[in-house]
């Protein structure tokens, strides 16, 4: 992360990692579509496995054998930009009705889920006897958004960089196992896209492994976790200042002055681009009879076809992502962190992932998702 | 890794609005008209 701060002064530095990007994750979707033409061509049915696979599946090969040369690291750590990106853009997939109805569905099991998950990971933190601000951060990571909440968390508690650095291991060591998990437990209970992507989105914790654990079930399943996902990280900022008033309280970090500027600064921002761009979206596709006082303004609305070239332009960010969450992984990386917040976080995701699978098969149940 | 990693942080999410914003604009324009997958 440090290179990619240094050499951010000059962009020129991150055209290697992002050429990187491009080809693993045009090599993945080359290798899909390969074999729908071979299946094609032979008459044979041959499993569609998506370019997310096989993108992750090189990204994994290449860090882990040959390793990843200096030179690209700096880009490669921009998937996290692509990833906002693509998450922004893909807003034109969405109505913002659907949204309202959707995303109010998953705030009421989004508070149920940070409820359980804040208050399980801190006793499990505690019967396992790790240190308080790493049960915090831990608890932050795997209840709300993985990375980006750990590292909030960290700057609010004023946690250490080794406690920070053990919990981010531990939230992308167990991303990665999600990847192959869910879409192997959506498969065998027979999940809808919808109820697929909504546990995704709730259960695992960073933002890049929950997009590529839905895309790999399914487009629309992936659609879906994104916006299950980003209900979720728009959360962050209560959570990190519930926290941060909690250590501070205690004495061991600074008082917070301004509650309302300590929310924005740590609202994630690229949540109100997506709304912006679904607005637009929305707009666009009105019916000037139905709202005849909108009609003045919807041609500032995206049509159909625009809104098409935005969905594409979101999948081409997000194949830029997926291949990046293959090349950033590295195994001897995850396994450094040590036994025991790895099986704190393990044990923790998987009872998050079992209760939030039980409320949302129990809302699909219920609601028809 | 903690300042420089959250002044990152704080960036990646303004930067991809700004770069997001200004496709929906080239989109919105005509300029893309279309975009392959």
């Known amino acids: ?85 693509g998450i922004i853009l893909l807003g034109a997939r969405f109505i913002l009705g659907d949204i309202l109805k959707l995303s109010g569905i998953s705030f009421v099991l989004i508070v149920i889920e940070l409820a359980m998950a804040l208050t399980f990971m801190t006793y499990l933190g505690r019967w396992f006897n790790l240190r308080p601000k790493l049960i915090s951060l831990l608890a932050v990571g795997s209840s709300i958004c993985g990375v980006s909440a750990i590292i909030a968390t960290q700057g609010a508690i004023e946690a250490d960089e080794e406690d920070s650095s053990i919990a981010i291991a531990a939230i992308l060591a167990l991303g990665a196992i999600s990847l192959v998990f869910f879409p192997l437990v959506g498969h065998t209970l027979h999940m809808s896209d919808h109820a697929y992507g909504l546990w995704t989105g709730l259960a695992v914790d960073n933002t890049a492994e929950a997009t590529a654990a839905g895309a790999l079930y399914s487009d629309a399943a992936g659609k879906y976790a994104v916006l299950a996902k980003t209900c979720r990280n728009a959360c962050i900022g209560f959570v990190v200042l519930g926290y941060a008033l909690y250590w501070a309280r205690k004495g061991q970090a600074a008082a917070i002055q301004n509650k309302a500027a300590f929310l924005w600064t740590k609202f994630p921002k690229f949540v109100l681009g997506f709304l912006f761009i679904s607005l637009l979206a929305t707009l666009g596709t009105l019916d000037p009879k139905l709202f005849p006082s909108l009609a003045p303004y919807i041609h500032f609305g995206f049509n159909r076809a625009q809104i098409l070239a935005l969905g594409n332009l979101s999948r081409w960010a997000f194949l830029l992502t997926f291949a990046g969450v293959g090349l950033s992984t590295s195994f001897k990386g995850l396994l450094k962190q040590g036994i025991k917040p790895f099986a704190v976080g393990a044990i923790g995701e998987i009872a998050i992932a079992g209760i939030t699978l039980v409320l949302v098969l129990a809302a699909d149940h219920y609601y028809h998702l | 890794m903690a300042p420089a990693t959250k002044k990152f942080a704080l960036s990646t999410d303004l930067w991809a609005v700004i770069l997001s914003l200004f496709l929906a604009l080239l989109v919105g324009t005509g300029v893309i008209k279309t975009v392959a997958w």
């Open chain 1, 1 to 85: 992360m440090t290179d990619t701060i240094e050499q951010k002064s000059n962009p020129l530095t991150l055209l290697p990692g992002i050429a990187l990007l491009f080809a693993v994750g045009y090599a993945g979707k080359f290798i899909e579509q390969s074999i729908a033409r071979y299946g094609k061509a032979h008459h044979q049915v041959l499993p569609n496995i998506e370019y997310v696979l096989w993108a992750i599946l090189i990204g994994v090969l290449i860090s882990n054998t040959v390793g990843l040369p200096k030179i690209f690291r700096a880009g490669v750590a921009t998937y996290e930009f692509w990833l906002k990106a």
